[in-house]
């Protein structure tokens, strides 16, 4: 795919063909313009469920939001033009009870939708915003990170693999190490999986020692825009050969290969924050866009309760 303004995307995950994959059939776009004029665009997964409707975020997708067509028009009237789309594309979209979607960092202007009573919940990503020469790369590495990758290359192998099913059964060792719920099911990675190797857009990391025991496993995602972190996992009872590290710095050197940036998907969890800022990506803050009436609102709580309960 040829980078330019043409693409009516922020990256992959707003694709047709990944929304194909995660939501099949449950998912539109509110357009501004149509063609070669297209002004804004905003996918959307309607779903419904027994007690309210929801627009949110699909699994496995980390980001969708809007796309604003660049314009070199001066700042004030830039912003003002955003604003107008911004309305354009919400009035377009179907009644829901329950609004929440995660907006790429490049939007940066979350006013419209404030005016139009959203709220909005700050998130943190970090990205390498240029994928340079191994010593540059390395070099932007905290201390502890090259430790850890020191050691892991004395313990463990990194295999590229197109095992989706065996890097499923490592994931999910970290969900139930953590007493949480999976987010995905197999089937929908599958899907995923099965676009993105037709398309030469993903790749599967296992560090594997000489028992064969697998230490760890990420998938990566990418285009030339952007590399993505998507999942990951391990083997609890062999979290301290550093092979997470080793995995992840052979995704960035790759992602040099093929991408601009890379997107550690960063979080507010203390220690995954730690170690993904370690790599020297840029910190990069994105939204959480969302709304909800009183019907929504009642059924979360007794979802979340719900929940709750479960995991006690």
């Known amino acids: 795919m040829s980078n330019n303004l043409a693409r009516l995307t922020h990256g992959i995950f707003q694709e047709d063909w990944w929304l194909d994959a995660v939501a099949p059939g449950a998912w539109g776009v509110a357009v501004v313009g149509h063609g070669n004029d297209t002004q804004a665009r905003l996918p959307y997964v309607l779903t419904k469920k027994p007690l309210y409707d929801c627009i949110r975020q699909p699994c496995l997708t980390q980001t969708l939001g809007p796309w604003f067509r660049p314009t070199a028009q001066k700042v004030s009237s ?4 955003e604003h107008q789309l911004a309305e354009e594309l919400m009035a377009q979209l179907p009644r829901c009870d329950f609004f929440s979607m995660n907006f790429h960092h490049a939007i940066t202007n979350w006013l419209p939708y404030h005016w139009m009573k959203f709220e909005t919940v700050p998130k943190v990503t970090y990205v390498l915003e240029r994928l340079g020469t191994h010593d540059e790369l390395w070099d932007g590495l905290a201390p502890n990170i090259r430790r850890e990758i020191r050691k892991a290359q004395k313990r463990v192998e990194v295999v590229r693999s197109d095992d989706v ?6 994931n999910r060792k970290v969900f139930k190490r953590q007493r949480m719920d999976v ?6 990675l599958r899907r995923v999986d099965a ?7 993903r790749q599967i990391y296992f560090a594997r020692d000489e028992q064969g ?3 760890a496993a990420i998938y990566i ?5 952007c590399a993505y972190y998507l999942l ?4 609890p009872e062999l979290r301290t050969s550093g092979a997470t590290s080793l995995l992840m710095w052979n995704a960035v050197l790759d992602a040099a290969k093929t991408s601009a940036q890379f997107n550690f998907e960063g979080s507010v969890i203390a220690g995954i924050e730690r170690f993904v800022r370690a790599f020297g990506g840029e910190q990069k803050t994105y939204m959480n866009v969302r709304r909800a009436n009183a019907k929504a609102t009642i059924a979360l709580m007794v979802r ?3 929940k709750a309960v479960r995991r006690r």
């Open 78 to 81: 830039a912003l003002s033009r």
């Open 165 to 170: 099913d065996l890097f499923v059964e490592i």
């Open 183 to 188: 987010p995905y099911t197999p089937e929908v």
């Open 195 to 201: 676009v993105c190797a037709a398309r030469g857009a």
């Open 213 to 215: 025991r697998i230490h």
């Open 221 to 225: 995602v990418y285009d030339d825009r």
């Open 232 to 235: 990951g996992g391990g083997d």
């Open 304 to 306: 979340d309760a719900f």
